[in-house]
């Protein structure tokens, strides 16, 4: 699953992208300041970051700018209701992939995002590999000693992220935020939930999990550090 920053200071907007956003399928992570914003841009864990303009901390075309300085290669798409000539050119020439004039509809959102990903990006890799567990983003399939297992939405989302971030602890909540996004009816329970039934489908009898409990912290995919 596609995972989405949206940084918006306008949080009426914000709500209404996310909820459109998740409900076709996109992971959403959002939060409503520039700096915040470029520092989660920075782990570079984001297929696509939508920006607003003008933000306090960092104005969209700032955070785009250092986004793109410092590596950045997801889908970026700038938010504004700025519609002169100079002003789309000065945002597409901070790195921006797209612009959308405020206000529009949601539906045109997910439109150019459907576009714009259909692109080759070296960030989308074909596979990602744990141990003998295979998992191809693209084609959303998990393989383990090339058998294909059969995977819930959000189990192969849950998974993804995780493979994403080796070696990397979140905690049940973290994962509720990154994974599941405002799904009020979720619980950290939800998450156990989860991570006992991918257990259950890639674990081998004989080997410790792959994802590793860590006691009153949450939990991680062990993979080697190379």
Not at 76 to 103: C, F, H, N, R, W
Request: charged share 30%; glycine share 6%.
């Amino acid at each position: 699953m596609t995972r989405v920053l949206l940084v918006d200071d306008d949080e009426r907007l914000a709500n209404v992208i996310e909820d459109w956003l998740v409900g076709e399928s996109y992971i959403v992570e959002f939060v409503n300041n520039g700096l915040e914003g470029l520092e989660k841009a920075r782990s570079n864990t984001h297929e696509v970051l939508i920006l607003d303009w003008q933000m306090p901390g960092k104005t969209g075309v700032e955070l785009c700018r250092e986004y793109r300085q410092n590596g950045g290669i997801g889908v970026v798409v700038m938010l504004t209701g700025k519609t002169t000539i100079s002003d789309k050119e000065q945002g597409l020439d901070s790195g921006a992939d797209d612009y959308i004039t405020k206000p529009f509809h949601p539906r045109e959102l997910s439109a150019r995002l459907r576009a714009l990903l259909r692109r080759p990006r070296a960030m989308q890799a074909e596979v990602l590999r744990a141990g003998d567990i295979v998992l191809e983003p693209k084609s959303c399939r998990v393989l383990k000693a090339d058998k294909e297992i059969n995977f819930l939405p959000k189990e192969f989302a849950l998974l993804e992220f995780l493979m994403r971030n080796p070696n990397v602890v979140f905690s049940a909540d973290e994962l509720l935020n990154k994974v599941w996004s405002k799904e009020s009816e979720n619980s950290p329970d939800t998450v156990r939930v989860h991570i006992t039934k991918i257990r259950s489908k890639i674990d081998s009898p004989d080997q410790e999990s792959l994802i590793r409990t860590v006691h009153r912290v949450g939990y991680k995919l062990h993979a080697p550090v190379s």
